[in-house]
């Protein structure tokens, strides 16, 4: 009972200093230290884990400042005068610094008391066990300890990430989207440092979720560490672009994040998540911010706040479910729309036949027209999105499928094929929840 409840409750690691992460962040922060402007606000320390909370770290990251225009992703425009509008502004320097060192304290605190709890649980329970002695307890308890270290820092093994972001990389693919929640940032982290591919020709989308709460905007604090948080998973000292993952819940939650205002309103919440990302890309720890899953409503409220627009917006968009309005609403503010889905989803919507009877892949009209053009019907959906000025994020972790995709560009639709396929969501078909629904 004591070992279970030990290993259980306490499993903390023996040799934080010496991991290969905290090797590989610290000689990335004495080189940051070497380049021109890059002082104290802009080092950012994120004690966080790789998969599991218990196993959290502490490490340093440099983020640089850049000099002349901030780099964004789709419309860099607006965001640079947003950037310029607060150049001036070095209050919230400050104000990092000190969410720095508080969070960094708590870390630390609470890794060595679970350290002392841990190490005195092993001894006592071996040293007052039979045939031993004071030097063997010691010694077994330091090889439980490493042997959690060992654990923790191979955790991403058996990931389906690594192998298929090495796999991308290599056949040319430049752009990963990753979430906190989908559990395959650690194998994006290994998978792109392993690749030999250099940092600044890779673009990294990731997502504020928050392990307690879930996908939804969870307030300031919750955005700022969901980022930290992805930059130690990710092995990156900056991220390409954020979102925020989705405007809220349909019904109210439970548990519910302290910004959320009952019966069931997010837009505080909503609203600080996005003056989190503001603060962070003025910054230089993300490069670009964005949405997901907003509508046309929830898109207007971040208007209103007269700050900086998002970059993106990604929302479900296929031939099964197209919300053309929205499509030019983001294109009116120059948002560039970016779709998931863009294929149905096969591998998962094959299991509700229910919802969708007929593949998209499967599709008449979409064989039709591959046919025609002497393509594949993945690459006729692509294409499709591609022509309505939608950035498509088709997922596989097969090589032929990833080559396959990557080839949808040496090609067009012509205008019947387009309005054809445009006709196929009569009745519309989903695979993710309506965000229409969300206040």
Partial sequence: CCVVCNFSVFPVCLPPLLEPSLVWHFSSFLSGLRSSRLNLFASTLSPFSNNDAWFARFVVCSVPVWDGAWPCCAHGSSLQRGAKRHADARDWAWDWRLWQCFWLGRRILGRFVSFCLHF??????????????????????????????????????????????????????RRIDTSLLYNTQVGVGVGWTSSGVPREEIFITTKTDSPLYGMVPAGYNETIASI????????????????????????????????????????????????????????????????????????????????????????????????DSLVSFCQKYKIQPNSYAPLGTPDHMSFFPERMPVLLLEHETVVDIATQTNRSPAQVLIRWALQRGVVVNPRTNSIEHMEENLASLDFDLDETQMAALSTLDDPPINVCQDPHLIP
């Fill in 120 to 173: 005195l649980g092993n001894f006592f329970f071996f040293f007052f066990s039979p045939a031993s002695n004071f030097f063997a307890a010691i010694f077994i308890c330091l090889c439980f300890q490493a042997c959690f270290w060992c654990w923790s820092s191979c955790s991403h093994i058996g990931s389906t990430a690594e192998p298929a972001v090495l796999t991308f990389l290599r056949s040319g693919g």
């Fill in 228 to 323: 930290l948080m992805s930059l130690e998973q990710l092995r990156t000292t900056y991220i390409d672009l954020a979102l925020i993952h989705w405007p809220g819940t349909i019904d109210a939650p439970n548990p519910a994040p302290p910004c959320f205002r009952p019966p069931n309103n997010w837009r505080v919440c909503r609203a600080e998540s996005w003056r989190a990302l503001e603060f962070l890309f003025r910054n230089g720890t993300v490069r670009a911010i964005g949405v997901s899953n907003f509508e046309e409503n929830h898109l207007q409220e971040i208007i209103n706040m007269r700050g900086l627009l998002p970059a993106v917006n990604q929302f479900e968009f296929h031939p099964y479910w197209h919300t």
